[in-house]
């Protein structure tokens, strides 16, 4: 028989910890409803909205949809184990699956990200350029390429990562199928698909972070620049979400990808998981919707539509 029919990997979840399990369990649903409820309100807004038509929030609902994507790849499943006092198994076939969607939502996700800070630097600082750096087809073209680079690099990891050879039943110190911990459960052979984890790190963190961190520096230059301070209140008020978002997003990716290995211990590495894969898409539709006013008034609309 072939590796990916004998081979399971037993998700250790929450089982070590079953005081924890009932509370999480409803904890984790109710952030899983709010997001759901979150990020579908912001698609339909950015869709419905005549307001809501700028480079900036057809971003948003892309990113909103990623969002709904990434946690329905991870959520219900982590649902159902933490029901369950047991660690659970999951197959070769849904374990690979699993972690390709996760790692092509996450790549396109970074991307995105970085997409929307380089909007806002051609908004803030090329005025005059604007129209044209940020096109309809220059948009398409940079959502594109944000699920392109997911696409790739999730198919470079996982031939690389399941091609290797696995006990029978690999426990992963984990509630989903994530690249580090079903690696470190490979029996030989590790040292390429940790080069090509290193090296994503790099050009999918590191560099997207840095690309974002620049061009937020020019944009605090033109916002220094400016005589009048309702200007610069402004001009901040358009990229304090943004700034917030990043800052939970790369700073929780960072801390799990480029902390040292010594350093960390597994229930460090599932709470902090728990975070990015649960907390943060809840919480990046609340932060555009209280912090911006137009997402804010287009949802005012809304409901004012839905009323009447």
């Known amino acids: ?33 709010v997001t759901l409820l979150g990020n579908s309100l912001i698609i339909v807004l950015t869709q419905a909205s005549p307001a809501l038509r700028s480079p900036m929030y057809f971003f948003l609902r892309h990113l909103s949809l990623v969002e709904l994507l990434y946690t329905a790849d991870i959520v219900p499943r982590t649902l159902v184990d933490l029901a369950s006092p047991h660690a659970r198994a999951i197959s070769f076939q849904g374990c690979a699956a699993q972690m390709y969607i996760f790692v092509v939502l996450g790549i396109a996700e970074c991307c995105l990200l970085t997409a929307m800070a380089y909007d806002r630097y051609a908004a803030i600082c090329r005025p005059l350029h604007y129209a044209t750096l940020m096109s309809g087809r220059a948009c398409a073209a940079m959502v594109g390429t944000s699920w392109f680079m997911g696409i790739i690099t999730a198919t470079t990891h996982c031939s690389l990562i399941f091609t290797l050879p696995f006990p029978r039943q690999p426990v992963v110190p984990h509630f989903l ?36 961190v620049t061009s937020y520096a020019r944009i605090l230059g033109a916002i220094l620049a400016m005589a009048s301070t309702q200007s610069r209140r402004k001009v901040f008020s358009t990229c304090s979400s943004h700034l917030l978002v990043v800052s939970l997003f790369f700073g929780t990716a960072s801390i799990t990808y480029i902390r040292p290995r010594a350093g960390s211990s597994v229930v460090t590495d599932r709470i902090l998981s728990l975070f990015y894969t649960v907390v943060t898409p809840m919480l990046n539709p609340i932060i555009y919707t209280l912090r911006n006013k137009e997402v804010a008034g287009a949802l005012q609309n809304l409901l004012k539509k839905q009323v009447a």
């Open 1 to 33: 028989m072939s590796q990916e029919n004998q081979t399971e990997f037993l998700l250790l979840g929450f089982s070590d910890l079953r005081v924890l399990q009932g509370p999480l369990f409803w904890v984790v649903l109710l952030l899983y409803l």
């Open 177 to 212: 199928c994530d690249i580090l911990p079903v690696l470190r459960q490979a029996s030989a052979g590790k040292r390429r698909s940790e080069i090509s984890v290193m090296t994503a790190t790099v050009v999918f963190i590191m560099l997207p972070f840095s690309l974002i």
